[in-house]
Nanobody
Framework: QAPLVESGGGSVQAGESLTLSCAPA????????FGWFRQAPGKEREGVAG???????VYADSVKGRFTISRDFGKNIVTLQMNNLKPEDTAMYYC????????????????????WGRGTQVTVSS
Protein backbone atom coordinates (compact mmCIF):
# COMPACT_ATOMS: atom_id res chain seq x y z
CA GLN A 1 0.00 0.00 0.00
CA ALA A 2 1.18 3.47 -0.86
CA PRO A 3 2.08 5.59 2.18
CA LEU A 4 -0.37 8.26 1.00
CA VAL A 5 -3.69 7.49 -0.63
CA GLU A 6 -5.48 10.14 -2.66
CA SER A 7 -9.18 10.07 -3.44
CA GLY A 8 -11.95 12.35 -4.62
CA GLY A 9 -10.96 12.86 -8.22
CA GLY A 10 -13.45 12.68 -11.04
CA SER A 11 -14.89 14.28 -14.15
CA VAL A 12 -16.74 17.56 -13.78
CA GLN A 13 -17.88 20.53 -15.82
CA ALA A 14 -16.12 23.87 -15.73
CA GLY A 15 -17.28 25.92 -12.76
CA GLU A 16 -17.99 22.92 -10.56
CA SER A 17 -16.15 21.80 -7.44
CA LEU A 18 -14.28 18.78 -6.16
CA THR A 19 -12.66 17.92 -2.86
CA LEU A 20 -9.57 15.74 -2.91
CA SER A 21 -8.47 13.82 0.17
CA CYS A 22 -5.06 12.54 1.14
CA ALA A 23 -5.03 9.79 3.74
CA PRO A 24 -1.73 8.69 5.28
CA ALA A 25 -1.32 4.95 5.70
CA UNK A 26 -0.05 4.18 9.16
CA UNK A 27 0.83 7.62 10.49
CA UNK A 28 -0.91 10.75 11.66
CA UNK A 29 -0.94 14.06 9.83
CA UNK A 30 0.46 15.70 12.93
CA UNK A 31 3.06 18.43 12.35
CA UNK A 32 4.20 17.25 8.94
CA UNK A 33 4.15 19.50 5.91
CA PHE A 34 1.87 18.38 3.10
CA GLY A 35 1.61 19.41 -0.49
CA TRP A 36 -0.63 18.86 -3.46
CA PHE A 37 0.89 18.65 -6.91
CA ARG A 38 -0.49 17.99 -10.35
CA GLN A 39 0.78 16.79 -13.66
CA ALA A 40 -1.00 17.06 -16.97
CA PRO A 41 0.02 14.95 -19.98
CA GLY A 42 3.13 16.34 -21.60
CA LYS A 43 3.73 18.83 -18.81
CA GLU A 44 5.98 18.93 -15.79
CA ARG A 45 4.66 18.30 -12.31
CA GLU A 46 3.71 21.57 -10.63
CA GLY A 47 3.01 22.49 -7.04
CA VAL A 48 -0.57 23.50 -6.39
CA ALA A 49 -0.80 24.01 -2.63
CA GLY A 50 1.25 23.37 0.49
CA UNK A 51 0.56 23.53 4.21
CA UNK A 52 2.99 23.63 7.11
CA UNK A 53 2.88 22.63 10.77
CA UNK A 54 1.29 25.97 11.68
CA UNK A 55 -1.34 25.45 8.97
CA UNK A 56 0.07 28.31 6.94
CA UNK A 57 -0.63 27.63 3.30
CA VAL A 58 0.94 28.56 -0.01
CA TYR A 59 -0.75 28.36 -3.40
CA ALA A 60 0.21 28.50 -7.02
CA ASP A 61 -0.93 31.74 -8.65
CA SER A 62 -3.12 29.76 -11.02
CA VAL A 63 -5.28 28.42 -8.18
CA LYS A 64 -5.27 31.26 -5.64
CA GLY A 65 -8.77 32.12 -4.54
CA ARG A 66 -10.16 28.86 -5.95
CA PHE A 67 -8.32 26.07 -4.08
CA THR A 68 -7.96 25.57 -0.33
CA ILE A 69 -5.68 23.10 1.43
CA SER A 70 -6.49 22.08 4.99
CA ARG A 71 -6.06 19.40 7.62
CA ASP A 72 -8.88 17.39 9.16
CA PHE A 73 -7.44 15.96 12.36
CA GLY A 74 -10.68 14.14 13.14
CA LYS A 75 -10.41 12.13 9.93
CA ASN A 76 -6.60 12.24 9.76
CA ILE A 77 -6.64 13.53 6.21
CA VAL A 78 -5.40 16.52 4.27
CA THR A 79 -7.90 17.93 1.81
CA LEU A 80 -7.77 20.12 -1.27
CA GLN A 81 -11.03 21.93 -1.88
CA MET A 82 -11.21 22.97 -5.51
CA ASN A 83 -13.85 25.46 -6.59
CA ASN A 84 -14.64 27.04 -9.93
CA LEU A 85 -12.68 24.39 -11.76
CA LYS A 86 -11.33 25.16 -15.21
CA PRO A 87 -10.35 22.86 -18.08
CA GLU A 88 -6.71 23.79 -17.45
CA ASP A 89 -7.00 22.19 -14.01
CA THR A 90 -7.23 18.80 -15.70
CA ALA A 91 -4.37 16.65 -14.42
CA MET A 92 -3.34 13.81 -12.17
CA TYR A 93 -3.21 15.18 -8.64
CA TYR A 94 -0.68 13.89 -6.13
CA CYS A 95 -0.35 14.31 -2.39
CA UNK A 96 3.10 14.48 -0.80
CA UNK A 97 4.49 14.75 2.72
CA UNK A 98 7.61 16.25 4.24
CA UNK A 99 8.08 14.60 7.59
CA UNK A 100 8.72 16.80 10.61
CA UNK A 101 12.29 17.26 11.75
CA UNK A 102 12.02 20.97 12.46
CA UNK A 103 9.68 23.75 11.58
CA UNK A 104 9.78 24.55 7.87
CA UNK A 105 7.55 26.79 5.77
CA UNK A 106 4.99 25.39 3.39
CA UNK A 107 6.39 24.71 -0.04
CA UNK A 108 5.44 24.11 -3.67
CA UNK A 109 8.83 22.61 -4.47
CA UNK A 110 8.53 18.89 -5.17
CA UNK A 111 12.12 18.36 -4.03
CA UNK A 112 11.10 19.31 -0.49
CA UNK A 113 8.85 16.28 -0.20
CA UNK A 114 10.01 12.73 0.42
CA UNK A 115 6.90 10.59 0.19
CA TRP A 116 4.18 10.55 -2.44
CA GLY A 117 0.87 8.98 -3.22
CA ARG A 118 -0.14 7.42 -6.51
CA GLY A 119 -2.48 10.19 -7.56
CA THR A 120 -6.10 10.78 -8.42
CA GLN A 121 -7.32 12.00 -11.80
CA VAL A 122 -9.24 15.25 -12.19
CA THR A 123 -10.84 16.02 -15.54
CA VAL A 124 -12.64 19.29 -16.20
CA SER A 125 -14.59 19.74 -19.40
CA SER A 126 -15.76 23.02 -20.87
Amino acid sequence: QAPLVESGGGSVQAGESLTLSCAPAGFGIGRDNFGWFRQAPGKEREGVAGIDADNDAVYADSVKGRFTISRDFGKNIVTLQMNNLKPEDTAMYYCAVRFWTRRRPSSLNALDYSTWGRGTQVTVSS
